[in-house]
C-alpha cells in the first residue's frame, strides 16, 4: 500500500529553467509534508516542508506547493542549476506521528 | 556540531549471522529513528525512540529490535540476516518524538550487504 507516490522515477530539466518535481498522496490524516535530497553515498538532505494549513511555502529557489482537495504537493526549483542533480523524496507524516512515509523518489538530472 | 553519526559505513554479513548498526543524533536530539532503504525505493520507517522508549515500530519482522541509550544514542540490532536485509540503514535526529513541524535530519547511512 503506497501511501506516497512520485510517479515519475526520473526528470531531465535545462540549466536556468524550472524543474517540477510532483507527488501524490492517499492518506488524508496526513497533515505535515517535507522534500528531502539525496546525493549518492550521503543521507537524505531536508530541504522544505510544508503544513496542511498552508498552499503554499517558499525558500530561495525551492517553493511547494499543496493542493489537499486533490492530495498533490509539487516542488518547484527554480533556476535549475548543475548541483540540483540528485534523487529527490517527498515524505507525509501525520499529526503527532515522527513516522515519516517517503515516496519511490524521482531522479532529477539537470542538463547544462 | 556534528550532524548524525552512523557506524559502520557499510559492512558485509553472511545469511544467518547477526548486525549491530549506531547512531549518535544531533546534540540536544531525543528523537531517533530508524529507516531502512532498499535500492530503487524510498526509505521505509522502521522503529522511533524518543526519551529512550520505544514510540513507533514499522511493519518489520521481530528479527529486528532496537534501544537508545541514556545518552540517545541508539542500536539497531537484526538478527538471522536474509540476502532481503541488504539495504542503506538510515538514523534521522530531531528535538522533539513529532514530525509535525520539527525538521528531520538523517544520517548518512550504514550499508549493509548480506551474501
Known amino acids: 500500500d503506497q501511501q506516497v507516490k512520485q510517479n515519475s522515477p526520473s526528470l531531465s530539466v535545462q540549466e536556468g529553467r524550472i524543474s517540477i518535481l510532483n507527488c501524490d498522496y492517499t492518506?488524508?490524516?496526513?497533515?505535515?509534508f517535507l522534500w528531502y535530497k539525496k546525493y549518492p553515498a550521503e543521507g537524505p538532505t531536508f530541504l522544505i516542508s510544508?503544513?496542511?494549513?498552508?498552499d503554499k511555502n517558499e525558500d530561495g529557489r525551492f517553493t511547494v506547493f499543496l493542493n489537499k482537495s486533490a492530495k498533490h504537493l509539487s516542488l518547484h526549483i527554480v533556476p535549475s542549476q548543475p548541483g540540483d542533480s540528485a534523487v529527490y523524496f517527498c515524505a507525509a507524516s501525520a499529526e503527532g506521528a515522527q513516522k515519516l512515509v517517503f515516496g519511490q523518489g524521482t531522479r532529477l538530472t539537470i542538463n547544462p | 556540531d556534528a550532524g548524525v553519526t552512523q557506524s559502520p559505513t557499510h559492512l558485509i554479513k553472511t545469511r544467518g549471522q547477526h548486525v549491530t548498526l549506531r547512531c549518535s543524533p544531533i546534540s540536544g536530539h531525543k528523537s531517533v529513528s530508524w529507516y531502512q532503504q532498499v535500492l530503487g525505493q524510498g526509505p521505509q520507517f522502521i522503529f522511533q525512540?524518543?526519551?529512550?522508549?520505544?514510540?513507533g515500530r514499522g511493519n518489520f519482522p521481530d528479527r529486528f529490535s532496537a534501544r537508545q541509550f541514556p545518552n540517545y544514542s541508539s542500536e539497531l540490532n537484526v538478527n538471522a540476516l536474509l540476502l532481503g536485509d541488504s539495504a542503506l540503514y538510515l538514523c534521522?535526529?530531531?528535538?522533539?518524538?513529532?514530525?509535525?513541524?520539527?525538521?528531520?535530519?538523517f544520517g548518512e547511512g550504514s550499508w549493509l550487504t548480506v551474501v
Open positions: 525512540y524518543y526519551e529512550k522508549e520505544e514510540r
Open positions: 510544508i503544513s496542511s494549513i498552508k
Open positions: 492518506n488524508s490524516m496526513f497533515d505535515y
Open positions: 534521522a535526529s530531531s528535538l522533539i518524538g513529532q514530525a509535525v513541524g520539527n525538521t528531520i535530519y
